[in-house]
């Protein structure tokens, strides 16, 4: 497995930012996709961003565009959800997750953290 675990989530006022984390271990985390999802709420898991392995593609949310940037350090085994300029409708659980593909579906991903909370308040 690849066991995957976030951080870096609170509370932040509207406007804040936060960097959240995702580490890897055990198993390389070489040649995975890492994905960034979110789930409010009541609400259905949402897509936020994914990276490819190398870092050379990326493709975010149209909700959060502008807003958030995923980055990676591979040395590190860690990806990154930069989030800037919040609103309270960011508020949700983040998870990311590894797979195969690059993708914005839940499905096509293999491993995944417990999440992370993040509360913005108005």
């Known amino acids: 497995q690849v066991p995957l675990v976030e951080s870096g989530g609170g509370v932040v006022q509207a406007g804040g930012s936060l960097r959240l984390s995702c580490a890897a271990s055990?198993?390389?985390?070489?040649?995975?996709?890492m994905g960034w999802f979110r789930q409010a709420p009541g609400k259905e898991r949402e897509f936020v961003s994914v990276?490819?392995?190398?870092?050379?593609?990326?493709y975010t949310a149209d909700s959060v565009k502008g807003r958030f940037t995923t980055s990676r350090d591979n040395a590190k085994s860690t990806v990154y959800l930069q989030m800037n300029t919040l609103q309270p409708a960011d508020t949700a659980v983040y998870s990311c997750?590894?797979?195969?593909?690059?993708?914005?579906?839940?499905?096509?991903?293999?491993?995944w953290g417990q999440g992370t909370q993040v509360t913005v308040s108005s």
């Open positions: 990276i490819s392995w190398s870092g050379s593609d990326t």
């Open positions: 055990g198993r390389t985390f070489r040649g995975y996709a």
């Open positions: 997750a590894a797979g195969t593909l690059l993708s914005s579906k839940p499905a096509a991903y293999t491993y």
